[in-house]
Nanobody, 123 residues
C-alpha cells in the first residue's frame, strides 16, 4: 500500500493542526493505521493507532487527551487531529500501515510508511 501524508505546518503553541494520510494500492480497511513521529536526534516514536474498523484507538501518554486519530474507509484516509499543541510536539510525523494482530507501538511492526510531514510548534 502507498501512503501519502499531508497537513503539517508551523503553528503556535496551543494551536491545532489536522494531518491526513491517503492510502492507495491495497484494501485500506484490512490495515491497522498509525501515526509515529521523529524529532531531530531522537528515535521514531509511536503517537496513535486505530484498528482496521475504526472502533478501537490507542494513544501515547504524551498525546492522550490532545490528539485524536480517526479513519474513513471509504476515502481510504486516516487523520490525526492535534489540539493544544506544544513545542515538544515538533517532529516529522509519519503514517504507517500494519497487519491486524501484529501492528502495535513498534516501528518494526509496520509494513508500509508514508513520506512524513513536518510539524513545527513555536513557543
Amino acid at each position: 500500500v502507498q501512503l501519502q501524508a499531508s497537513g503539517g505546518g508551523l503553528v503556535q503553541a496551543g494551536g491545532s493542526l489536522r494531518l491526513s494520510c491517503a492510502a492507495s494500492g491495497r484494501t485500506f480497511s484490512n490495515y491497522v493505521m498509525s501515526w509515529f513521529r521523529q524529532a531531530p536526534g531522537k528515535e521514531r516514536e509511536f503517537v496513535a493507532a486505530i484498528s482496521n474498523s475504526g472502533i478501537s484507538t490507542y494513544y501515547a501518554d504524551s498525546v492522550k487527551g490532545r490528539f485524536t486519530i480517526s479513519r474513513d474507509n471509504v476515502k481510504n484516509t486516516v487523520y490525526l487531529q492535534m489540539n493544544s499543541l506544544k513545542p515538544e510536539d515538533t517532529a516529522v510525523y509519519y503514517c504507517a500501515a500494519g497487519i491486524l494482530g501484529t501492528a502495535g507501538a513498534k516501528t518494526y511492526e509496520y509494513d508500509y510508511w508514508g513520506q512524513g510531514t513536518q510539524v513545527t510548534v513555536s513557543s
